[in-house]
Structure formats: structure tokens, C-alpha cells
């Protein structure tokens, strides 16, 4: 719902559309602070999955009767509302997967096997989640490819020095991640994707971070791929997302093999399906794919710039009172951040901060969060993370800062 | 804020700011690593043992407060004992993590009673049990055997 003032969300009625946050917590509101882990669902979105499974129910592409058309026509839907929602030129271009795990996997084989061979190279960033890491290294184990992994400075910003002497050298891919995870920054993918295409080096984007959180226009940054999970943006788990330029997608071999992938099989062979079903082996998670529609189509009706923007606000407020703060070391200073705080304290194990600051109602996360690379590179085993979305509140902040007090309490002698 | 005082006592928190046989033993003829990838808890457990009896324990690692002190409780009960003594201890100390319950803990390790509110938290029970994971490991294997780390499942 657009609201009566157009400058700012309507933050109760948000959180009221999110039947956990009236969960208590021994007793205490729940503050989920742990967006970047997964995010809340709002009602719509699961009585989209009840709605499915209870009126609809039916296999896409195996019956003819009209509760297979109309899971056909919604799963359809699904698919196009996100083509509009970050604006592919095609909704053929949209492939379901599980993940951003599953569509990078598929990226790295299947791209993998049908341009790579022995001695190329594929360029990759230090800040990358280990979903942007193991598929390539198992590629390297299987085709013996090589990789080189761009490097971040001190403030959790990319070397470009490094990027473009790299990418001079033509790669075969670049694969990077739009919002680092752990430090929030946001790289500056149209640039990065103008000098990479300057040197024909095909461009795929990790988005899980991103997603939620900023306008996603993919024929903008004009990435050749670009991945992200539903389940990071209101959506439920299970259910993600693959865009790939046609021309790429065309070229690639199948992913993997089975039903509703292919044109015809004979005992000799088969023939493959056209875009998107080529890619989509398998039934698919139907419902959940429908509830993603559900849920862009609730973040499109709030305004992905007004959340931005509260967003926005929240992480300065939060980030100027942790400056504050003695004996604080916030990870990741970039200048363009998403609302994702990594710090560490000086007496206290992340560990320990996540217990304490769960007494009061607050989930965290703590750990070296699927980027063990990018902590060694700070010499850090872990750090806790403070990830913000769309219903968390400036109240919520200060109870976590006030958490954060008594936890130095805890550990001031030393 | 109980259960939060009755885990992080002042033991516990010395024990963590001021590991005690934090070092290498050179002469160890048991060694082994400890680790939890989910948390990134990590220690290299030395035992030096002559016939049967433990002359010497150390560790060195990083981890988090509940961890550390158990680590470096754990050397300092264990040295002058014998491997017989260990299994029993080690029993007493599981049952104390898991569920509270002191009373299998021998007369001489009552120390280790700090840690019963760990059991309030079962997040956190792995990170008191890994050093005894790993000493557990350690005593099974030769110094050799070393490259084999050892992570915790509780």
C-alpha cells in the first residue's frame, strides 16, 4: 500500500504484516537483526504457499486439466513478475533454482564445461561467500582451470588497481558479489561490468545481499548473470533465482537432466527444451516460486526506494553509536553500504556477545559467515553481524545497544 | 540476567582473559587439534603421559570465553592423573554441560561446577566440551597421528 506520507514506510503497519514479530523471546519482543542470514515472511506471502497448495496443487507441464493450467499460469506469473522486478528483457532469461547457491553452481558447470578448459582463468574477489568460491574450485578440480581472487582494503573496498590489470588478462568470467555479506559494501558493479565487458569478460553477480535491500535493474548494470534467493527477500527458502543473458544461457549446456528439460528423448540422446525449461529439470517448487512473486509484488507496493532509504537511516544511526562506543572495531567502512554491521569487541568472543544480546530477544549472527577467505584476510576467526531489513525499528537499536553495553560490563575486568 | 551471571561467573571469565598452561609442550607425546567450523573454536591439545599418568598438558588456541576457560581448566585439573581417572572425568563433565547435574563430579574436581550453567544454554555446550573432545582424541592417538584434527558433536 502506498501510504498517506509518500517519505517514509508505515512501520507499524509493516510489522504487523509479519506474524514472528509478535513472537516474545523469553518473555522479551523478538529483534531479529539477522536479515542477511534469511528474512522474516509476511502474511501474504505465506497464505500464498497455503493458498497453492490448498486450491491449486497440480504438477506444471503434466496434466491437461485446469488445475494444471492454473499452476501453469501462476508458476508463469511468477516468473514474470520477477523479469519486471529487476527488469530482464525477457522472462524466458529467468531460470528457478533453489538458491543463489544452486544458480551459481549452475553457472560454474554449465558455463564451466561449455567454454572453460585446462589453464583458464576465472576472477573472483576475496569478499566472496563461499557459494562465489567452492563451485569454482570444483571446477578447477575438474577441468584444472586456474583462479585469482581480487583483494579488498582495509575499509572492505575492492582493489581495483588489482581488477584491472587483472581483468586485462582476460579471464573467462568474472564472478562477484554485488553486497559483500559480512561488510556491507556495495560494489560499484556498472563500472566494474563496463571494464569487464571492455575485455569481453562475461559478468555473473551473487545478489543474495542485495536483492532486498536496493533497485536491481539488471539490463542497467548489464551483467551476463545475475543470482539471488528468495528467502533473503521476504520470500520463502527453497526457492531462487538464475538470470542469464539469452545469448549465454542459449549456448550453455544443461544443468542437470530429467523431466520437463527436454524436447524428445530416444534411447540414443535427447534434444533439449527451449529457455527457460532447459534449465528447470524436474517439478519445480511451484508454490514457493509463486510466493516470491507475492513477495515482490509486496516489497513493489511499499517501494524498494523507501525501504532503501529507511534502511539507510537506521545503519547511520546504528553505526554512529557503535563509533561511540569504546573498545568497538567495525568491519567494513565502506562509503556505499548496505544495512549489514560486522564488528568485533575487544574483551568479548562474538560467540559470547550472540548469547548475551539473545537474553535480551536479539538474534544475531556470530561466526565467520560463509567467508572464512575474507576473515583471514582480517586476520579475524569471527565476528558478530548486525543485519537490518525492512520492519526493524530505531527502538530495536537502542535496546541492542544497551545489550551491547551490558555485555561489556560483563567482560570489562581483565 | 540470572543465567547470564551463572554462566559467565568470575572463574570463567579469569580463566578466558588468563589461560593458564597456554603454551607449547615441547615433549608432548600426544598432540591434537581441535576445531569447530561453525564457530572457528580452534586449540592444539600437548599431553606428555608416562606410564599411564599425565606429567604435563597445555594448550594454545582461540575461541570464546566459555571455550577458553574450559581448556584451560581442563589442563589444570588433569595434570597428575591417571588416563583411568580421565574417562570418568570426562563422563562427570559431559553430564555437567548437558544437563546441570554435579553429582558425578569426583570430590577433587568440583572446580569444573563453574560450568553447570552451561547447560542452560545448549548452543553453547559444544563449545565447553570440545577441549575434552579433543583430549579424548589425543590419548587414542600417538603424536604422529597429529594431522587428524577433531571437531565436536554434541
Not at chain 1, 523479469?83 to 529467468?94: G, L, M, T, V
Not at chain 1, 563496463?194 to 542485495?210: E, F, M, N
Not at chain 1, 534434444?271 to 513493489?300: R, V
Request: aromatic share 8%; glycine share 6%.
Amino acid at each position: 500500500m502506498k501510504l498517506l506520507n509518500m517519505n517514509t514506510l508505515n512501520l507499524k503497519k509493516i510489522r504487523s504484516d509479519f506474524p514472528i514479530l509478535q513472537k516474545l523471546v523469553r518473555s522479551k519482543p523478538l529483534i531479529y537483526l539477522n536479515n542477511a542470514a534469511t528474512t522474516q515472511k509476511p502474511q501474504g506471502v505465506l497464505d500464498a504457499m497455503l493458498h497453492y497448495y490448498a486450491h491449486i496443487n497440480a504438477n506444471t507441464q503434466r496434466g491437461l486439466d485446469s488445475l494444471t493450467a492454473e499452476g501453469e499460469s501462476a508458476y508463469l506469473q511468477a516468473r514474470e513478475k520477477v523479469q519486471q522486478f529487476i527488469n530482464a528483457e525477457e522472462n524466458s532469461e529467468i531460470i528457478f533454482t533453489k538458491g543463489t547457491t544452486e544458480s551459481i553452481n549452475l553457472v560454474a558447470q554449465s558455463f564451466g564445461h561449455t567454454f572453460l578448459k585446462a589453464g583458464d582463468e576465472v576472477l573472483l574477489s576475496v569478499m566472496e561467500h563461499h557459494a562465489n568460491i567452492v563451485p569454482w574450485q570444483i571446477l578447477k578440480e575438474q577441468l584444472g582451470i586456474k583462479i585469482n581472487f581480487i583483494d579488498v582494503d582495509e575499509e572492505g573496498n575492492l582493489d581495483f588497481a588489482y581488477f584491472t590489470k587483472k581483468i586485462a588478462k582476460n579471464p573467462k568470467i568474472l564472478a562477484i558479489t554485488h553486497v559483500s555479506n559480512v561488510l556491507g559494501t556495495i560494489n560499484p558493479i556498472k563500472k566494474i561490468v563496463k571494464i569487464a565487458h571492455a575485455s569481453d569478460v562475461p559478468v555473473l553477480l551473487d545478489g543474495a545481499q542485495a536483492i532486498a535491500h536496493l533497485p536491481v535493474d539488471v539490463q542497467d548494470l548489464d551483467c551476463d548473470f545475475y543470482a539471488f534467493s528468495g528467502h533473503k527477500i521476504y520470500a520463502p527458502t527453497g526457492i531462487g533465482v538464475l538470470y542469464g543473458k539469452r545469448k549465454w544461457l542459449q549456448q550453455m549446456q544443461p544443468y542437470q537432466g530429467g523431466g520437463g528439460m527436454i524436447q524428445s528423448v530416444s534411447l540414443n540422446g535427447f534434444t533439449c527444451a527451449e529457455l527457460p525449461e532447459k534449465f528447470e529439470a524436474g517439478t519445480q517448487n511451484i508454490a514457493n516460486a509463486i510466493a516470491l512473486g507475492t513477495a515482490l509484488d509486496y516489497l513493489q507496493k511499499l517501494d524498494l526506494t523507501l525501504i532503501e532509504k529507511h534502511e539507510q537511516n537506521l545503519l547511520k544511526y546504528l553505526t554512529e553509536a557503535l563509533v561511540d562506543m569504546q573498545g568497538v572495531r567495525i568491519l567494513g567502512t565502506a562509503k556505499e553500504k548496505t544495512a549489514v554491521v560486522s564488528f568485533v569487541l575487544e574483551n568479548a568472543h562474538p560467540h559470547d556477545v550472540a548469547t548475551i544480546l539473545e537474553r535480551d530477544g536479539i538474534s544475531v549472527r556470530a561466526g565467520h559467515h560463509c567467508a572464512m577467505p575474507l576473515l583471514e584476510r582480517y586476520k579475524l576467526p569471527a565476528v558478530t553481524r548486525i543485519s537490518l531489513g525492512l520492519y526493524n525499528t530505531k527502538e530495536e537499536i537502542d535496546v541492542l545497544l544497551k545489550s551491547i553495553e551490558k555485555v561489556q560490563r560483563f567482560f570489562k575486568h581483565g | 540476567m540470572d543465567d547470564l551471571q551463572n554462566l559467565y561467573q568470575e572463574v570463567i571469565i579469569d580463566h578466558s582473559q588468563h589461560p593458564r598452561n597456554f603454551r607449547v609442550c615441547q615433549d608432548a607425546n600426544h598432540k591434537r587439534e581441535g576445531y569447530n567450523p561453525l564457530c572457528g573454536d580452534r586449540l592444539t591439545l600437548y599431553v606428555k603421559e608416562k606410564n599411564g599418568v599425565v606429567e604435563d598438558i597445555s594448550f594454545q588456541g582461540s575461541g570464546c570465553a566459555i571455550f577458553m576457560a574450559s581448556s584451560s581448566m581442563l589442563t589444570e585439573m588433569l595434570r597428575g592423573k591417571t588416563l583411568a581417572e580421565i574417562k570418568p572425568l570426562y563422563n562427570a563433565f559431559h553430564g555437567l554441560v548437558t544437563s546441570g547435574d554435579q553429582s558425578k563430579l569426583p570430590k577433587e574436581a568440583k572446580k569444573l561446577a563453574v560450568f553447570a550453567g552451561v547447560s542452560e544454554f545448549p548452543m553453547r555446550v559444544k563449545c565447553a566440551i570440545l577441549p575434552w573432545h579433543t583430549l579424548k582424541a589425543a590419548l587414542t592417538t600417538k603424536n604422529e597421528d597429529n594431522s587428524k584434527k577433531i571437531g565436536s558433536n554434541v
